[in-house]
């Protein structure tokens, strides 16, 4: 999995290729901890990502909460595969999805 | 079973409407239907008007479809047709009392559940609570879709390729020995206890997951059903259970480390069967028997259920709950485990009566035995309660 991140004044798009999986996700962890300071808008581009686990699902939701009280977060261009693991798992009750 | 099946059309929907409103359904079978006309749909919601509550199971997709853009998934209860898997090839990963569990792939595995002890509704029920769990952050596995495998009915989980924290406090190796008695076991306890915190402080919406005390009451109706105790007795112990608060937070229901899969570091939960929301002496309780009550009186036993000793199952359990209550105190941390007894052996109560291990002659013997240690320590069953 490779991360890019595109910081612009308070909003940061992170770009995420490959899988989001237990091995993945406590790097994206790390990553959103160090650059949430000052960001009010979130952007999760998941056009590359190839597949989700609940490590980055988990991921996810707390990226989710931090961003309820600094700001707003959103989730774009999600595939046909992804999108199906967001709605078995309700997770398209709780992210915005554009 | 009443089934619909084939093509209704204006043809003959009025011989349609004739045979339903005359057998008044409440329980449709569809695993025939393969299309559903308006003039179907009309029939169905004069029955629905008719019947009140009316169910219809085994819908195929393209039906439900149907249901779905009409607005009719609002005024019956529609279930879908389950998808069926073939577990030939599949590799038994582990068996229980519950039922078996087979790897799929890399990234699924399926729980098939035995027929006798799991009622389809009950299995949903896993199924919802699963759901909601996942979606509050309980870190759990994701529980993907309900599935019938040969008679039986299967779900399928994502995979946590991982071991129990049973077996990785105890499986370190021999030259670490001492150090995985203490560091890595004190390490394991305080996340064990961090972990229920978090869940006992995660709030569920209101009426969406069922109340932990229900579990505590089917332990007491076995005890009850069986003549092992009596009415007063029992009045006393159901009353105890009714005398736990209400409260909307999560309860995993059989929080032990044979349940807590070590993941890349994460500690991940599996078997959400008792999910549900309560007082968080209903959680405490269940560890308490499994990691203290039960090793300390049947040491032989540990292993085989926590994959770890009952010498590390009690030092663990003491480590955890000094730091769950947040009290150091001897006394305080006695009084308090004694203020759990009554709550713990309510499961006793129930488990003695269908006991495999116990001769029916001593189970009567043991019966009376838990009963007045129930019993004996009632009166301060309300320090656990005020203390969590």
């Not at chain 1, 308070?10 to 160090?34: M, N």
């Not at chain 2, 039922?99 to 006798?116: M, P, Q, S």
């Not at chain 2, 590390?312 to 305080?332: C, F, H, P, Q, S």
């Amino acid at each position: 999995m490779t991360i890019e991140s595109k910081k612009d004044a308070g909003k940061l798009t992170l770009t995420i290729t490959g899988r989001l999986d237990t091995s993945t996700a406590p790097k994206l962890e790390e990553e959103l901890k160090a650059s949430y300071d000052g960001v009010t808008e979130l952007v999760f581009d998941l056009a590359k990502l190839e597949y989700i686990s609940s490590a980055g699902l988990r991921v996810l939701l707390s990226a989710q909460k931090t961003m309820n009280k600094q700001g707003s977060m959103k989730v774009i261009n999600v595939g046909e595969e992804i999108m199906e693991i967001f709605e078995i798992t309700g997770f398209t009750d709780i992210l915005n999805i554009g | 079973m009443y089934q619909i099946k084939g093509k209704i059309d204006t043809t003959n929907a009025a011989e349609f409407e004739k045979h339903l409103m005359a057998a008044k359904p409440a329980v449709i079978d569809a695993s025939e239907l393969e299309y559903i006309s308006s003039a179907e749909l009309r029939v169905l919601l004069k029955l629905a008007k008719a019947v009140g509550d009316v169910t219809i199971n085994n819908v195929s997709n393209e039906v439900y479809e149907i249901f779905e853009v009409t607005g009719f998934t609002e005024i019956l209860n529609v279930s879908k047709r389950l998808k069926e898997i073939n577990i030939d090839n599949a590799v038994l990963l582990g068996a229980g009392a519950n039922g078996r569990a087979y790897r799929l792939d890399d990234e699924r595995i399926v729980k098939v559940y035995n027929k006798i002890s799991n009622p389809p509704e009950k299995i949903r029920r896993e199924q919802e609570s699963a759901r909601r769990a996942f979606v509050h952050g309980v870190p759990s596995a994701i529980p993907f879709e309900l599935v019938t495998v040969g008679d039986e009915l299967g779900m399928i989980y994502e995979l946590v390729d991982a071991n129990t924290l049973g077996s990785v406090v105890h499986n370190a190796p021999e030259k670490l020995r001492e150090y995985a008695l203490t560091e890595k076991l004190r390490e394991y306890a305080l996340r064990m206890s961090d972990l229920m915190k978090k869940l006992h402080s995660t709030e569920m919406e209101k009426d969406t997951m069922p109340d932990a005390r229900m579990t505590l009451r089917l332990w007491a109706d076995i005890a009850a059903k069986s003549d092992y105790y009596s009415e007063e007795d029992m009045q006393r112990v159901y009353d105890l259970i009714d005398s736990i608060p209400v409260r909307n937070t999560f309860i995993h229901g059989d929080y032990y480390p044979g349940n807590i899969m070590v993941q890349n570091d994460e500690l991940i939960l599996i078997d959400m069967g008792d999910a549900s929301v309560g007082h968080p002496v209903i959680d405490l309780l269940g560890t308490y028997h499994l990691l203290s009550l039960t090793p300390k009186k049947n040491p032989d036993v540990a292993m085989r259920y926590l994959g770890m000793t009952a010498e590390e199952a009690v030092r663990m359990w003491d480590i955890l709950i000094r730091d769950y209550l947040g009290t150091d105190n001897d006394k305080a941390v006695a009084d308090l485990e004694e203020s759990l007894i009554s709550f713990a052996l309510i499961r006793s109560l129930g488990g003695i009566v269908f006991s495999d291990v116990i001769p029916e002659e001593k189970r009567r013997y043991f019966s009376a035995l838990i009963m007045k240690d129930l019993l004996g320590s009632i009166e301060k069953a309300d320090m656990i309660i005020k203390a969590v």
